[in-house]
């Protein structure tokens, strides 16, 4: 099952960039910081005494793993690591068999480095062009901007609106349309006040932007999870603590079966920050159980060592799924990805003609 899950062609749908930061690349982005600066050596002492993995088994809280979100911006700080990370991060995805991968990343600006919003946002997709133009390259790569819900509003609207500004950026692969397909709104769960952004993650659905909405990773988040909904957003990342307490979410997990929403999940994400107790748990089964589509995902590869394929072989040991089950979870997400059809066609005949035993 292991060399299945591995061989297998694989769809990403939920990764944020800089959770997505393998531990090699930290590496390189330390002695690249060692090399241009020595202003900076607290801030490698910091990122190296802390480590920006965290460890299987380590008690931890999503606050511990924010803490580290916040060390890896700070070594993402200028544009030129930010194009190394997003080079790196593409063609680690495409290693692992990934052939199609939505990157998600909230755009950042830092004044001592002279970066600005759309310098980082350039610079994604400048990498994204470079690491997929490239002849032996199989992956096709498409972004989605996050939206912050811990900051303020007016840097949501500022998101939309480089989003428009760079929707068809040329990375390219005209043939694919635009490489800006959607919306996310994540960050730390536990801030409130998210109604505020719904008219921009409204402006962006009436502009085509696709929606994809973090939702009840932590528990008591089923108001705001309701309001959410009634934007019906075209994926749910996460969704963890509805089916914890179905009756009180009853109306929630009718409309996400009605509407047919797509779930994201991501098993050792949920694992290591203890937005569930144990892997056998894990929300997974209830929708399965309900034949609901949920896309198997990493959330954060770099944060949490895991990979694509790790994530199914977990999820097949877990729920017992056959070759069949885990090929079709595979194969299923080209249906929901964010890209038009003729992407989606592309998609469909790759697992088609693909031999996997
Ligand atoms: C673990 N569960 C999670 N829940 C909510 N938001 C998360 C997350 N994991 C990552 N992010 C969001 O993604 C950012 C890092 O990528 P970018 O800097 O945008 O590339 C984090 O700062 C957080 O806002
Ligand atoms: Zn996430």
Known sequence: MEKFCRDMPKIELHAHLNG???EQTIEKLLKRRAATSSSSSEQHGEAVATGCNIKPGNDLSLDDCFKKFSIIHQLCSDD?????????????????????????????????????KSSYLKSVLQAIRDATTVKTSEIIVKLIISIDRAKPLQEAW????LAKQFRNFDVGREDMGDVIVGLDLSGHPSTTDVEKFIPVLQAARESSFKLTIHVSEIAGREDECRKLISLRPHRLGH????????????D??????????PLEICLTSNLMTSTIADLSSHHLQYWLDKKHQCIICTDDKGMFST??????????????????????????????IF?????KEQLRTMFATFICD
């Open 20 to 22: 997505s930061v393998s």
């Open 239 to 250: 969704a963890t603590n509805l089916s914890t307490h179905p009756n009180q979410c009853i």
């Open 158 to 161: 500022e998101n939309l609106q």
């Open 307 to 336: 990979s694509l394929s790790k994530e199914f072989i977990l999820a097949s040991t877990t729920f017992n799924l056959s070759k069949e089950e885990v090929w079709s979870m595979s194969r299923n997400a080209v249906e929901h």
């Open 252 to 261: 929630i997990i009718q409309k996400i079966l009605i509407q047919n929403i």
């Open 339 to 343: 890209s038009s059809e003729h992407v």
């Open 80 to 116: 030129e690591s930010v194009y190394i990370i997003t080079k790196d991060v593409i063609q680690e995805f495409a290693a692992d068999n990934v052939k199609y991968l939505e990157l998600r990343t909230g755009p950042k600006c830092n004044s001592t480095s002279n970066m600005t």
